[in-house]
Each structure stands twice: as C-alpha cells, then as structure tokens.
C-alpha cells in the first residue's frame, strides 16, 4: 500500500525519498483518524449508558420513595379511623396532652 501510494506520488514530480515518507505520513493519518474515531464513538456510546443507567436509578428510586410515602400515608389514615371508632385510649391521650382533664 506504502509502495503504491509513494508511487502515485511521483508521478507527481516527488523524488523516491519524498514521496515515500509523504506516503508513510499519509498511512500514519489514516490510522490516526481511524483510531480517534473509534474513541469518539465508543465515548460517546458509553456516555450515552451512563446517562440511561442514571435515568433508570432516578426512576427506580422514585419509584421506591413514592411506595413509602404511600405506606405512610395508609399506616397515618388507618390510625386516624382507628382513633375516630374506637376514641383516643388512656395511655395515648397522656402522651399527646400535658393536661390530664383533657382526657
């Protein structure tokens, strides 16, 4: 490929020497090219799975807080029927009043 290239290249006036090393050069930026394209793409494509794996955590996560604040909400609503039937007992009204006669 080198000998081909150096040879198109005298045919353009560059002596064997020149023509050769223009030749290696050429080859040398090819393969350079090649190779930061393959990074860039292989960059590119991994920041593009981070980023979903990110989407994905925020999702899962979300998804976990609002179960909790679900539960939360049904364990406080299910105290408050339970304290509208049955009223508040003894022991609970002393922990939420200072004053016994409000009991």
């Known amino acids: 490929m080198i000998a081909l ?23 040398a930026l090819l393969a350079l090219l090649l ?4 990074l860039l793409w292989f960059t590119d494509t991994v920041d593009d799975a981070r980023d979903e794996g990110v989407k994905q955590g925020v999702t899962t996560e979300r998804v976990e807080a609002q179960g909790k604040v679900i539960e939360n909400v049904q364990k406080a609503k299910a105290a408050a029927d339970d304290v509208r039937r049955n009223g508040p007992t003894v022991a609970e009204c002393l922990q939420d009043s200072r004053v016994r006669e409000n009991c």
């Open 5 to 27: 290239i150096a040879m198109k290249l005298m045919e353009t006036g560059l002596g064997p020497r020149v023509a050769k090393l223009a030749s290696w050069a050429i080859v």
């Open 35 to 38: 190779v930061g394209a393959a």
